[in-house]
């Protein structure tokens, strides 16, 4: 069964699903505020680095199923089923989660409804949102109560979202237990080709839908910042962490995904959830039971501060006037997302100790420029390291992850390489004659 549906947003998220609705056979249109995206994606081109995704935008557009707008008129006309794809940042000096453009969709939505419609939210919100934003769509739309609001949260990964949202571990769906719509109903079609392939259809309450999403990612995050303490204790007491990685993972319980010590983690999701998280735990009075992630945000920022002190002993003891050669911008590997990237604070925070810092990204560089102007950028990794003292390797794309150390060593003025993502085969270039260094492993 066709759908017509609008998605509001066209980032990473929204952006990936409009394309993926229609590549299930849906009538999708994608909406957005951002007159310069649209025109992108109208012409078949993705505004950010995502393996995949162009060729389902393609297409999509050239089959006619995925067209785009910025009127809301002609989303409320067209689609009955309404998807809520825009971004939740952090509040600037806050915790707390920014819910402006979230809100911004139901308010000019919800007055155009005059026909009965779903909503499905996918953003990551503070749980209650939902509840508050199905009373609000209610109240606003001359379809009153013919208007449904669910929240169907996103699991998506960058670098992998085109495979996350057609091939889903589960979909969770959270509706109004008390006064419930349609929305279970609608969700069953518009998913039907992965629920006929039987992925996980988890229908609870809103509050608990909310929280799966929330949870989750405090989960992986307190799985990064787990083993990225034990290499802390790791360096203090001369163990490797990537074998206790390795070893602990067997055990299934604990598993091996996630156990990725390093420089930590960043992005647009992890660290901004988790302190929304916290402050959302505040406002219930349940501050307590998250007290645990301020301190999995702090080990995070410490892995930072950590690479940094690693980059200064191996100039010698001071950065002043070293040359700096930083091998990765993006948050991880496949993506060209700099939110918060552990790469990019690293190599500002070396820059600031006074170091001449020249960064490379195979895909980032754009975004890294318009975020750290002031750091030097270089057009490949041979250009980024001529006459360096330090190579540090801090987004481990597979270019970076093969690098030929014997080749590297030709252009550089000191073979010291720290590998922040402990990605380099160590026995390889302690061979070619380098010093190695990785995070949570003896010298
Ligand atoms: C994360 C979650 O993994 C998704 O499930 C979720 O849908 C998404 O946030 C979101 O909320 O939208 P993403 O931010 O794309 O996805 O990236 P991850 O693959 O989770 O990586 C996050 C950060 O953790 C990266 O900086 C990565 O380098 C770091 N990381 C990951 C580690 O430091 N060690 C690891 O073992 C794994």
């Not at 549906?5 to 505020?33: P, R, S």
């Amino acid at each position: 069964m066709t759908c017509r549906i609008a998605v509001f947003g066209t980032g990473y998220l929204g952006a990936t699903h409009a394309a993926c609705m229609a590549e299930l056979g849906h009538e999708v249109l994608g909406v957005d505020v951002d007159a310069g995206k649209l025109a992108k994606l109208e012409s078949g081109e993705v505004p950010f680095y995502e393996p995949g995704l162009t060729e389902v935008l393609e297409r999509n557009l050239e089959a006619g199923r995925l067209r785009f707008t910025s009127s809301y008129a002609d989303a409320a006309e067209f689609a009955d089923v309404h998807f809520i794809g825009v971004g939740t940042p952090q509040k600037k000096g806050e915790f707390a989660a920014d819910l402006t453009y979230v809100d911004s969709v139901i308010d000019q939505l919800a007055p155009l409804l005059t026909e009965p419609a779903v909503i499905f939210g996918k953003s990551t919100v503070p749980v209650g949102t939902a509840e508050r934003l199905r009373a609000r769509a209610r109240q606003l739309a001359p379809a009153g109560d013919d208007v449904d609001l669910a929240w169907n949260p996103e699991f998506l990964r960058e670098g992998y979202a085109v495979r996350d949202t057609l091939h889903p571990d589960r979909v969770v769906l959270g509706v109004d237990r008390a006064l419930p719509g349609r929305a279970v109903e609608v969700a069953r079609e518009v998913y039907s080709q992965l629920l006929d392939e039987e992925i996980p259809f988890i229908v609870t309450d809103l509050a608990t839908a909310e929280l799966v999403k929330t949870s989750a990612n405090a989960f992986l995050a307190t799985k990064i910042s787990f083993i990225n303490a034990m290499a802390e204790v790791c360096e203090a007491s001369g163990a490797d962490v990537t074998v206790l990685a390795d070893a602990i993972g067997h055990d299934a319980r604990i598993g091996r995904r996630f156990l990725n010590a390093g420089i930590g983690f960043g992005g647009g999701c992890l660290p901004k959830d988790i302190r929304a998280f916290m402050a959302r735990a505040g406002e219930l009075g349940a501050d307590q039971a998250l007290t645990f992630l301020r301190e999995v945000d702090n080990i995070n920022m410490r892995r930072r501060s950590r690479m940094v002190e690693l980059a200064r002993d191996a100039a010698g003891g001071s950065l002043l006037g070293a040359r700096v050669s930083v091998l990765g911008a993006a948050f991880k590997p496949d993506s060209d997302d700099v939110r918060d990237s552990p790469a990019l604070n690293v190599a500002g925070q070396i820059q600031l100790q006074g170091a001449a810092v020249t960064v490379y990204d195979p895909q980032a560089m754009d975004n890294s420029r318009r975020l750290f102007p002031t750091l030097n950028y270089a057009t490949s990794t041979l250009e980024a390291c001529a006459g360096a003292d330090v190579v540090l390797v801090l987004t481990e794309w597979k270019e970076f992850r093969e690098l030929n150390p014997d080749v590297l060593g030709t252009v550089v003025r000191g073979k010291v390489v720290l590998d922040g993502r402990n990605c380099l085969d160590v026995d390889r270039w302690r061979t070619a004659g380098w010093q190695y260094r990785g995070l949570g492993r003896a010298a």
